[in-house]
């Protein structure tokens, strides 16, 4: 029954969300590149804060990457505090030593070829994820093995979350993204669906799931590549919505990180 009632939950929640939603059309087939930022702030000391630049592509191509290199990346906190982000790979701006604070907004700039980008997003607080388990769920005309995380949702609206699972250490590109209007206060059991039958479970996957509270702006636009065509976080959304102020698309975010593992068995 509590499975039943989770998929409801989630069946009313992507109503809610794709029935008020604007969203940009782009046809990256003919639109000149734009540059794509993919920016976090994060409370990991292990992690620190990463910013990966990069140009669009097109559709029909090979979707691989194409960096941003040279520009000048610097994250300022609430207190003035200025950090900067060296290009530490090709494209790849970071600084291990910036580790954020609940309750405290981040200020993202970017300077490239003259163009000056902006962000801002503020670190929410952390809800624990308590347990990952092992489930059986139908998938058409047989039952495959599924990975739930149990986390319980704090009374009061505005917690939002995105999820991301690695099957022995590989990317599973599915995006799981969730704010609590139909949930709020309760005990979540989402099962975390994967939508390629080369991504089916077996006995002895390491399956890794990544938990992030994130802020509302970053939910939108997690959501939003959960319903695109593509499904992937590797390539641009086909309607993105985002929080960089600037000729540009792509997300920054201040997010909490937390991280869990468990065998299939």
């Not at 409801?8 to 590149?33: G, H, M, Q, R």
């Not at 994967?194 to 991504?199: A, I, T």
Request: overall charge negative; charged content about 20%.
């Amino acid at each position: 029954m509590e499975k039943k009632h989770s998929i409801l939950y989630l069946a009313l929640l992507l109503f809610s969300v794709t029935s008020c939603e604007k969203t940009i059309d782009l046809d990256l087939d003919t639109t000149t590149p734009l540059i794509v930022v993919d920016g976090e702030v994060t409370n990991s000391v292990t992690l620190g804060s990463t910013v990966k630049l990069s140009y669009t592509n097109k559709v029909k191509s090979d979707n691989s990457i194409v960096p941003l290199t040279g520009a000048t990346v610097t994250i300022q906190e609430d207190n003035g505090t200025v950090y900067s982000l060296p290009e530490t790979a090709t494209g790849i701006y970071q600084n291990p030593g910036l580790v954020g604070i609940t309750g405290k907004t981040y200020h993202l700039k970017v300077i490239t070829n003259g163009v000056t980008l902006t962000s801002s997003s503020k670190m929410p607080v952390m809800v624990n994820l308590d347990s990952l388990v092992v489930e059986d769920f139908p998938f058409f005309d047989k039952t495959v093995k599924v990975v739930t995380p149990f986390y319980n949702d704090p009374k009061g609206f505005g917690n939002n979350y995105n999820l991301f699972m690695f099957k022995n250490g590989r990317l599973i590109k599915d995006i799981f993204a969730y704010d609590d209007s139909f949930i709020d206060g309760k005990k979540i059991t989402f099962p975390l669906i994967y939508s390629r039958e080369s991504d089916e479970f077996k006995k002895g996957d390491v399956i890794e799931v990544v938990m992030n509270c994130i802020d509302y702006a970053n939910y939108k636009y997690w959501f939003s590549f959960s319903q695109s065509s593509t499904g992937s976080p590797l390539a641009v959304p086909d309607n993105p919505i985002s929080n960089i102020t600037g000729n540009a698309i792509g997300i920054f975010g201040a997010n909490t990180y937390q991280k869990k593992n468990i065998v299939i068995p």
